[in-house]
Structure formats: structure tokens, C-alpha cells
């Protein structure tokens, strides 16, 4: 597989216009680029810095799992953003981050589905899993680790990590049920490197617009893309049926007793059947 290639990234951010992948650093290999993204920020990176790899020997995900990144097949790529918002504001934030991919798997999945690629007309079913996964067909295509470094009431940075499954075509046995990439749904046709760019012009975009309104601008798109809903789940403990995301991002469950409680954070998981 062709190694990423950060003049074509840089080119790509141009044409779109995208206000964040300034200035860009692509490694062969690192850790995580999590790590890279917050090591930056503390010493002084800008709203906008981008790093990614084409590998990871540390890739992290949610709940200290780690996260498959085998080399140059797929996205891995983090963000510094420098956001003006109080530090009791910023949660929700790793709910827009997920519909900023969602929508970009939606314009891929739906452009190919178009061209007539194998495999990309069946209509995409993506769908966002509270409160950040990217699910196609029920399987996760990509994953979003938020960390957000506070100074007092403030917020100091927030790093945004993502993980796209690009061209990747088996998966570990843990993985191979529960995980799918672009190629798998039939799109292998993208340069990573246009992937990348479409995901920072979409990450700057959603979050200019969570700084100006918050959630209520994402409301309609939650509500649209909401996989849990209606779901039996059990976060937090708490257990009953997914019943939507609200105003500030909570989870809503009802449970059986009929009360309605939300969940502001937690691994939620889903009674199959
Ligand atoms: C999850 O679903 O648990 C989140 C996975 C996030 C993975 C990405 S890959 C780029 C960035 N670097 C990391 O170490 N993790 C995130």
C-alpha cells in the first residue's frame, strides 16, 4: 500500500477550503497519534494541527481498549481544536465529531452507490452509536476518542481522534463480526489522502458550528442518525430502552418502570435479539 503523502493532503485541504489540517505532520509510524495531538497542544499547537500515521503500535480507543492500526490501510488521524468554550460545555462535542464522519461515510457511500462501484448500491445504512461511533450496517467503520484538557473553568484544547476503517478487508477474530471498512462496502476507489482532507474540512466545519449554537443546530441530524434508539440498553447503570439524545446530550432510557433517566457518559451496551 503507497504510503500517505502530506502534499496531496495539503492540496486537498486547499481545494475544499477547510479551516482545520494546519500545519499537518504525517508519520510512517507512531504510538498514537493522540499522543502526538496532545503532546503538541500542550507545547502551544494551534486550533487546527493535524497529525497522522500510517500505522499506530499504540492505538487507543474508548475504555482503554486499543484500536486496530495495521499499516497504510486505513485513517488515523487527531486534531487539536482550541475551542472558546467553557469547560462545562465542551461534552457534547464528541457527539457532533461523530455525525462530521458520519456525514463524509454518507457522501462516499452514496457517490459510489451512484458510479454503480460492486458492492456500493445497496442503500448505506450509517448510523451514529451514542456517543460517538460510526455503525454501517450495524458494524463499526469508525471510531472517536475525545480528550479534552482543561485549564480551570476552560477549556485548553481538545484533542479529536479518529479512526476510519479504510481499505482494510479481514479484521481480527475479536473484530471480524462487529467490524467493516469503506472497501467492504464497496468503496476503494478514494485516496486515503482525500478521505483525510474530507474529514478535517467536516470536523471544522461541525465545530465551528457546535462553538456558535451548541447541539441545537445537530438536533435533527441526532435524531436521523440515532442507532440506539429504541434499542434495550444498559449504561451506567441503567437498563431499558434507548428513547433518544437530548438537548445536552445525555442519553435518554426508559425504563421499565416507565421513568425516563438520562445518561451523561458511559459504555452502553445492547441486549441482542
Ligand atoms: C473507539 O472507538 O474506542 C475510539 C477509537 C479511536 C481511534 C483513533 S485512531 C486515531 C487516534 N489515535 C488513537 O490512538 N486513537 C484515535
Known amino acids: 500500500m503507497r504510503p500517505l503523502d502530506a502534499r496531496v493532503i495539503e492540496r486537498e485541504l486547499s481545494r475544499l477550503g477547510a479551516s482545520l489540517g494546519r500545519p499537518l505532520a504525517v508519520a510512517a509510524e507512531t504510538a498514537s497519534t493522540n499522543d502526538d495531538a496532545r503532546s503538541a497542544a500542550a507545547a502551544g499547537a494551534p486550533h487546527g494541527a493535524a497529525f497522522l500515521a500510517d500505522a499506530q503500535t499504540k492505538g487507543r480507543g474508548r475504555g482503554g481498549r486499543s484500536w486496530h492500526s495495521p499499516p497504510g490501510e486505513n485513517l488515523y488521524l487527531s486534531v487539536v481544536l482550541r475551542p472558546r468554550l467553557p469547560a462545562t460545555s465542551v461534552a457534547p462535542i464528541a457527539l457532533v465529531v461523530g455525525l462530521a464522519v458520519a456525514s463524509v461515510v454518507e457522501r462516499r457511500l452514496a457517490s459510489s452507490a451512484r458510479l454503480g462501484a460492486p458492492g456500493g448500491g445497496a442503500v448505506a445504512d450509517v448510523r451514529l452509536k451514542w456517543p460517538n461511533d460510526v455503525l454501517v450496517g450495524g458494524r463499526k467503520l469508525a471510531g472517536i476518542l475525545v480528550e479534552a484538557q482543561l485549564r480551570g473553568d476552560a477549556v485548553s484544547s481538545v484533542i479529536i481522534g479518529v479512526g476510519l476503517n479504510v481499505h482494510t478487508s ?17 468503496v476503494d476507489d478514494v485516496p486515503r489522502e482525500v478521505l ?24 435533527e441530524d441526532l435524531a436521523r442518525l440515532d442507532w440506539l434508539r429504541d434499542r434495550r440498553v ?15 446530550g445525555h442519553l435518554l432510557v426508559r425504563g421499565g418502570d416507565g ?7 458511559g459504555e452502553v451496551s445492547v441486549a441482542s435479539g
Not at 479481514?170 to 464497496?186: C, E, K
Not at 444498559?234 to 445536552?248: H, M, N, P
Request: glycine residues 10%.
Open 196 to 219: 483525510a482532507a474530507e474529514l478535517l474540512q467536516a470536523l471544522g466545519d461541525a465545530a465551528a458550528r457546535f462553538e456558535a449554537g451548541r447541539l441545537a443546530p445537530f438536533a
Open 259 to 265: 421513568v425516563l433517566r438520562s445518561v451523561a457518559a
Open 234 to 248: 444498559e449504561v451506567a447503570g441503567v437498563s431499558g430502552v434507548a428513547a433518544g439524545i437530548d438537548a445536552e
Open 170 to 186: 479481514r479484521f481480527p477474530p475479536d473484530l471480524s463480526t462487529r467490524a467493516t471498512s469503506l472497501a467492504m462496502l464497496g
